[in-house]
């Protein structure tokens, strides 16, 4: 029998209690491990109040859309809804998460992760010790800006260099300002913060005015361009000048989805790498095999990188534990848009149904010996076969998948053929909540040439 949805377990009656308890156990920063907990209390399936609202969509998040609202400025995909989400979304697709546009992402990612592996054993060479002891979380940000800015644009920003440009290096602190003062905001109404002139709400208009300047200045130039040399056919573009020679997409929708591709692509692959260079660091076995699958497939390859990225399931598994581990989103919303049955309750239409992934993750009955890092347990046999879901699924999964896919592949290709990565001391790094997750402290890596 199907159990009526108000029979479905859980504290959702009392809102105004939940939201007291939330903050007594500062569930700003432990959102993760609080769903953590309502699944062992509740089990696979329990209810919460958070908001109301009756679309197929993602839930809002409303500090964004605030800002968007404040500022004139146009919702790009990320924020959009309904019709006007699905027809920029489509034509989207064909440019950012197209299996056929992949050929022409991983040349210029290539690029940049050699150019990375160049930096460190610069860096290696000045220390004179022939290794290089660091937290390598802004050379990530540089790495990750470099490579979503390279695809998007067509050309390069020079963050591998020693000297950068001041205004990139102010672009990476907005978004992390933007994220962290995402959190807090989530659960008290932006406009009740405006119009009480808090701090969080003006450094969340301060890092999203940084974040459209620059973003700005950066598709300007591109049009600019574009103007100049028109009609001389050429090297593929990037994925701005082919949106804008497409001309299927106002010139403002191209903007506001651009702007959120070059902000989505920076903390969100930068940080996954963090996390699973950590994780070689834990497990020296493990990093040798993965070193190995790597050289097999540079070895069977031939100098085809489309045909290499085939090779290495390992490290794709690799990538795939490290999202199941440390994922970047929580968990994953839809508002459903039928009435449907989720362990036997009844789910009414219109209802905010959350897929906890980071409960998921580490749960016994989901995954055999969640705590264990083990990449092989993601390649595909004829007795199991796990779907990740990192990236979210269906239609509105993850715009940037296949960039943050090919950017992360190549990076692990680079620095597993370079590189040694070890770790220092005994320290137990954990996730906090900044509307992503990202470790709680900084993590220390040694890395030594191979
Ligand atoms: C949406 C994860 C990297 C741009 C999402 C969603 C998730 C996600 C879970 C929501 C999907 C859903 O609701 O089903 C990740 C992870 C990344 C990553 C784990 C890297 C490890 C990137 C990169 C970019 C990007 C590199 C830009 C190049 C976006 C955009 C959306 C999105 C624009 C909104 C799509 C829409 O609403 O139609 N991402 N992301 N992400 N991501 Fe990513
Ligand atoms: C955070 O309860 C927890 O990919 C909230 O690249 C629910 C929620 C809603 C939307 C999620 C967000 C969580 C985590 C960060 C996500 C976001 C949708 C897109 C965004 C998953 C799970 C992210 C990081 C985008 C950001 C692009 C942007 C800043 C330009």
Redesign the pocket.
Known sequence: VVRPFNEVPGLWKNGWANLYNFWKLDGFRN?HRLTLQNFNTFGPIYREKIAEGHYPK??K?EP?TSYRDYRNRKYGV?LKNGEDWRSNRVILNKEVISLKMLENFVPLLDEVGQDFVARVHKKIKRTGQNKWTTDLSQELFKYALESVSSVLYGERLGLMLDYIDPEAQHFIDCITL??KTTSPM?YIPPALLKQIGSKVWRDHVEAWDGIFNHADRCIQNIYKKLHQDAGTPKKYPGVLASLLMLDKLSIEDIKASVT?LM??GVD?TSITLLWTLYELARHPNLQEELRAEVAAARAESQGDLLEMLKRIPLVKGALKETLRLHP??????RYIAEDIIIQNYHIPAGTLVQLGLYAMGRHPKVFFRPEQYKPSRWLRTETHYFRSLGFGFGPRQ?L?RRIAEAEMQLFLIHILENFRVEKQQHVEVKSTFE??LVPDKPIILTLKPV
């Open positions: 959102l993602r839930l998040v964004w990320l933007m994220f989530l959120e902000a989505g969100t970047v989103a929580v968990n994953l919303q993850c940037g509307l992503i």
